[in-house]
C-alpha cells in the first residue's frame, strides 16, 4: 500500500501498530511509527506506549527503554505514567527490581500517579529476590497514596515472595492487607500453597489450606496440586493419595502436574511399581504424559539400579514424540553409573551430544561418577577439558567424583588429585566434607591438611579432620607434619564445637521465644528469656543484638518491642568489666547497642552520597540507599517508643535530630529527604510526650522551625529536590502539633 502512495492517515497507522503489538510483533510495530512520523504526521504517546508495551510484553523490557529514550531524544517525547509503568511492569516481570524500581521512583518524581499493578509487579519482583523490606516499602507507597491494591497485585507479591523463598514474608503481607480490608482470593492462597510447595513446607501448607476452606473458598485444581506437592517433596505418599481422593470427591478433575507429583514422590521412595501404576492411571484417563512426568519414572528406575527398565521408558518417552531433555538423560546416565557402567554411561553422554542437544553439569558428573566406582582416573582429564571446551562448569559432585576417580586407582594418583583440588578451588567453590574426605583418602590426612592450609581452605577441612580421627580414617595417628598433631586438632576441634553448639542451642532458644511475643504475653516472654542461662556480657550482647534484628525487621511491632526491653531493664545479672570500665549491665548494653547501630546506618548512607557512579551503579546504589534508609526509620520508631518507655533520656533525641538536619543551616544547609523522614516519624510518636515539659516543649518549636524553614527553601526552587511525600510530613507533623 505504502509502495503505492497511498495516502494514510493518522488514524490507520495507529491501527496497524495496534495489530502489529496484539500479534507480538513489536518491530513492525516501530517501523509502522516511524513511517508515521517521516510521513509529518503527528505521533501520540500512546502509539510509542503501545509499542514498548509490545517490547515489554514480549520480555524485552531493555528495547522498550531504548526505544523510549531514544524517541524522547530525537521526537522530544514526553513519557506519560502509562509509558513508564510499562517499562516498571516490564522490567518487574524479568526479576530486574533495580530498574522497575527506577522507572517507578521516576514517576513518583515527576508527579504523575502510578497505578496499583505497576507498584505490585515492582514489590514482587523485590519479593522474588528475597527483599521483602524493600517489597514493604511500595506497599507503604501505595497505602500513602490511597491505592487500593487490586486482586492480581496481590497474587503477583505473595507469588513473588514465594519464588524468593519468602513464604513467611508473603503471609505477612497478606494478613496486613486483611487488616486493610482486603480479603484474600482463592488465587492468593494457591500462590501462598505453591510457594509452601517449593520450599517443603508441609505443615505450613497444611495450615494454609485450612484456613482457605475456615474462609469458605473453594479449591481448585491449582489448591490440590499445590498441596500434593507438597506431600510429595516430602515422601509422604499416603497423604498425598488421600488428598487425590478428596480431589476425586470434590469433583475436581486431577491433571498432568497431579499424576506428576505423585509419580516424582514414588521416584523418591525408589516405588517403580507405584509409579507405573500412576502413569497408568494417568493415561487411563487420557492424559498425556509429559518429559518431566517420564523422567520421575526414570529417576525412580535408577534408584532402584533397573538400568533395562530405565531404558525402556526412555525408549517409550521417544516413541511418544516426546524429546527427552538433559534431565532425563542425566537421570538414564546415572543409572548406568549406579550399576559401575562406565561404557554405557559414556555411550548415553555421546548419544545425548549427538541428539543436538548439550550435556549438563548433571549428565557429566554422572559419568564421572561411573569412572570413579570402576577406578578409571586415565579417563578422567579428557572428560573435564571437554566440559571445559563446551562452557559446562564443574560443580562440587563433579570434582568430587574426579577425584575419587584417583583415590581409587592403584597405586592412587596423588599429584592428580591435587590438581584436581586446586582447579576446584581455584574456581570459587568451597570444598563440603564429602569432597574433604575423598581428598584424604587420595593423599592421606596430613597432605590434605597442608594443602587445605595453603590454598585457603583449613576451617573446612579441620571440620573434617578432626571428626575423622573419631572414624578409623586412614592415615590417623600421631601426625605432626606442618606443626600440629591430630590430638591437638580434635581436642581443639572439640572444645570449638561444643562452645558452638551452646551458642547456637541458647540463641536458637532466645529467638523462638522472641518470634512467639504478642500484647497478650510480655510478661511469659520476659520470664522465659530471663531463664535461659546467661554465663557473662558476651550473652547479654547475644540477647540485645537479637531484639534489635527483630525491631529492624518488623517496624510496626516497635512499641511492643519497647514494652518487652522495659520488662527486661533491670531483670539480668550485672557482669564486672575490666579496669576502670563501667560493670556490663543490660540496659548499658542495650543503649550502646542502639547508638551503635544508628552510628552505623547514617555512617553507610554518608558514605554512599558520592555521586561517583555510572548509571546502572546509581540505580544500585539508590535501592540500597533507600533499604538503609527504611532501617534508620524504623529505628527511629523504636527510639520514639523507648523515649515514651521513660528508657531513652530527652538528651538523646537532640543528639539525633542534630545528627540528622542539624537545628541551623550552618550545620547541614541542606537535610537529605530521608534524614527529614526520619525525624518526621521520630517525632510524630514522642510529640505529645514532648509537649508535657517546658524543655521538651522549647526543643519541639526549634525543630518545627527548622522544618519550616527547609520547607520554605525546598518549595523556592525551580526543581525541588524533595519528593511530595516528604513535604507531606513537614506539612502533617506541623498541622497535627498546631490542631493539639
Not at 488465587?187 to 484456613?211: D, I
Not at 527398565?309 to 511418544?320: D, I, L, P, V
Not at 533491670?570 to 547501630?597: C, W
Amino acid at each position: 500500500m505504502l509502495g503505492q502512495r497511498v495516502c494514510i492517515n493518522g488514524r490507520t497507522f495507529g491501527k496497524l501498530i495496534r495489530a502489529a503489538a496484539e500479534a507480538a510483533e513489536p518491530e513492525r510495530g516501530a517501523w509502522f511509527l516511524e513511517q508515521q512520523y517521516a510521513s509529518g504526521l503527528e505521533v501520540d504517546v500512546v502509539a510509542y506506549t503501545t509499542v514498548a508495551d509490545a517490547f515489554s510484553k514480549a520480555g524485552r523490557p531493555d528495547e522498550a527503554e531504548a526505544f523510549l529514550l531514544r524517541a524522547n531524544a530525537q521526537q522530544g517525547l514526553v513519557l506519560d505514567s502509562v509509558a513508564m509503568g510499562a517499562l516498571s511492569s516490564g522490567f518487574a516481570k524479568l526479576g530486574q527490581a533495580e530498574k522497575a524500581q527506577y522507572w517507578l521512583e521516576e514517576m513518583i518524581r515527576q508527579g504523575l500517579e502510578p497505578s496499583p499493578d505497576s507498584v505490585g509487579a515492582v514489590a514482587a519482583a523485590w519479593a522474588q529476590r528475597g527483599k521483602p523490606l524493600h517489597a514493604e516499602m511500595c506497599l507503604r507507597e501505595m497505602s500513602g497514596r490511597h491505592l487500593e491494591p487490586s486482586p492480581s497485585m496481590v497474587t503477583s507479591l505473595v507469588h513473588g515472595c514465594s519464588k524468593g523463598g519468602q513464604t513467611k514474608a508473603g503471609a505477612a503481607f497478606v494478613e496486613q492487607l486483611q487488616k486493610e480490608g482486603t480479603t484474600p482470593t482463592v488465587e492468593v492462597y494457591n500462590a501462598m500453597l505453591s510457594g509452601c510447595a517449593r520450599r517443603g513446607k508441609t505443615r505450613e501448607a497444611e495450615a494454609k489450606f485450612r484456613e482457605m476452606l475456615d474462609a469458605s473458598l473453594q479449591p481448585d485444581v491449582i489448591t490440590f496440586n499445590s498441596m500434593i506437592d507438597a506431600y510429595a517433596k516430602h515422601g509422604d505418599l499416603a497423604a498425598a493419595e488421600r488428598l487425590l481422593q478428596q480431589m476425586n470427591a470434590a469433583g475436581i478433575s486431577p491433571d498432568t502436574i497431579t499424576f506428576t507429583s505423585l509419580i516424582k514422590c514414588c521416584a523418591k521412595l525408589g516405588d517403580v511399581s507405584g509409579a507405573s501404576k500412576w502413569l497408568s492411571e494417568m493415561q487411563r484417563r487420557g492424559l498425556d504424559a509429559d518429559v518431566v512426568t517420564y523422567t520421575a519414572i526414570i529417576h525412580a528406575c535408577a534408584k532402584k539400579g533397573k538400568v533395562e527398565e530405565a531404558m525402556q521408558w526412555m525408549e517409550h518417552m521417544q516413541s511418544s514424540g516426546l524429546k527427552a531433555d538433559c534431565v532425563a538423560w542425566a537421570a538414564l546416565i546415572n543409572a548406568y553409573a549406579k550399576r559401575s557402567d562406565a561404557t554405557g554411561a559414556l555411550a548415553l553422554l555421546r548419544e545425548l551430544a549427538a541428539q543436538a542437544s548439550e550435556p549438563n553439569v548433571v549428565a557429566y558428573s554422572a559419568v564421572l561418577k561411573a569412572f570413579a566406582r570402576t577406578a578409571q582416573a586415565d579417563r578422567v582429564g579428557s572428560l573435564l577439558q571437554e566440559m571445559q571446551g563446551l562452557a559446562v562448569t564443574p560443580n562440587l559432585i563433579t570434582w568430587t567424583s574426579a577425584i575419587e576417580a584417583c583415590a581409587k586407582s592403584q597405586p592412587r594418583r596423588r599429584e592428580e588429585a591435587e590438581d584436581l583440588l586446586r582447579q576446584a578451588i581455584k574456581s570459587g567453590l568451597k570444598p563440603d566434607a564429602k569432597l574433604i574426605r575423598t581428598m584424604m583418602r587420595a593423599v592421606g590426612a596430613p597432605r590434605c591438611m597442608s594443602l587445605c592450609r595453603e590454598l585457603g581452605a583449613t576451617e573446612a577441612a579441620m571440620d573434617v579432620f578432626a571428626s575423622s580421627l573419631l572414624s578409623g580414617l586412614p592415615e590417623s595417628g600421631e601426625h605432626t607434619e606442618n606443626g600440629f598433631t591430630l590430638q591437638a586438632i580434635s581436642a581443639r576441634k572439640k572444645r570449638a564445637d561444643e562452645s558452638k553448639e551452646m551458642r547456637v542451642s541458647l540463641r536458637a532458644e532466645r529467638r523462638s521465644k522472641l518470634n512467639k511475643l504478642c500484647w497478650e504475653n510480655v510478661g511469659l516472654t520476659t520470664d522465659g528469656l530471663v531463664r535461659v542461662e546467661v554465663q557473662n556480657a558476651d550473652d547479654l550482647q547475644q540477647i540485645v543484638t537479637l531484639l534489635i534484628r527483630k525491631v529492624l525487621a518488623e517496624p510496626y511491632f516497635s512499641d511492643l518491642y519497647a514494652e518487652l526491653v522495659s520488662w527486661l531493664w533491670n531483670k539480668y545479672q550485672v557482669f564486672p568489666a575490666e579496669g576502670d570500665m563501667k560493670p556490663h549491665s543490660f540496659a548499658r548494653i542495650f543503649l550502646n547497642t542502639v547508638q551503635a547501630e544508628f552510628e552505623d546506618l547514617l555512617a553507610k548512607l554518608e558514605s554512599g552520597q558520592t555521586g561517583l557512579f555510572t548509571h546502572n551503579t546509581e540505580l544500585e546504589l539508590g535501592v540500597e540507599t533507600k533499604r538503609i534508609s527504611e532501617t534508620l526509620r524504623a529505628l527511629m520508631m523504636f527510639m520514639g517508643h523507648l523515649f515514651l518507655k521513660q528508657l531513652l533520656a530527652l538528651r538523646v533525641l537532640d543528639h539525633v535530630v542534630e545528627e540528622l538536619i542539624g537545628l541551623d543551616d550552618a550545620a547541614r544547609p541542606w537535610p537529605e529527604g530521608y534524614r527529614i523522614e526520619c525525624v518526621c516519624e521520630l517525632f510524630r510518636i514522642v510529640g505529645c510526650k514532648l509537649d508535657e515539659t517546658a524543655r521538651g516543649t522549647e526543643m519541639f518549636s526549634t525543630l518545627a522551625c527548622r522544618l519550616r524553614e527547609i520547607n520554605a527553601k525546598y518549595q523556592s526552587l525551580a526543581q525541588p529536590v524533595c519528593s511530595k511525600r516528604i513535604d507531606f510530613l513537614i506539612d502533617s507533623l506541623l498541622r497535627i502539633r498546631e490542631n493539639s
